[in-house]
């Protein structure tokens, strides 16, 4: 599974992006698909994943309430909408892909990953 991320951009505080993941392959929905973020200087960390039938879904504290993850099965494309974007969102933004549950999707090393998608650079301004 080749995973591509994009929407990432420049946007003012209080402004919206849409990312998306499309990944390539027939397999796709066989794995839970999440979001994680690098911000300069801090780790890696947890954003958002979603099951792969569109059931379940979960978010880092940070985030509730603004971002919203989806996904689209028939297109191979997994969706982070952000909204009330603060500047301390601004980071690295990383689709992942991986085999179990959103459970062991959070719980699994960068190196214990299925998939990475390359990044996208998401920066907002105060």
């Known amino acids: 599974v080749q995973l591509q991320a994009s929407g990432g951009g420049l946007v003012q505080a209080g402004g919206s992006l849409r990312l998306s993941c499309a990944a390539s392959?027939?397999?796709?929905?066989?794995?839970?698909m999440g979001w994680f973020r690098q911000a300069p200087g801090k780790e890696r960390e947890f954003v958002s994943a979603?099951?792969?039938?569109?059931?379940?879904?979960d978010y880092a504290d940070s985030v509730k309430g603004r971002f919203t993850i989806s996904r689209d099965n028939a297109k191979n494309i997994v969706y982070l909408e952000m909204i009330n974007l603060k500047p301390e969102d601004t980071a690295v933004y990383y689709c992942?892909?991986?085999?179990?549950?959103?459970?062991?999707?959070?719980?699994?090393?960068?190196?214990?990953?299925?998939?990475w998608g390359k990044g996208t650079q998401v920066t907002v301004s105060s």
């Open positions: 992942a892909a991986n085999i179990g549950t959103i459970a062991t999707m959070k719980e699994s090393s960068a190196e214990d990953m299925n998939y």
């Open positions: 392959g027939r397999t796709f929905n066989v794995y839970v």
């Open positions: 979603i099951s792969r039938s569109a059931s379940k879904t």
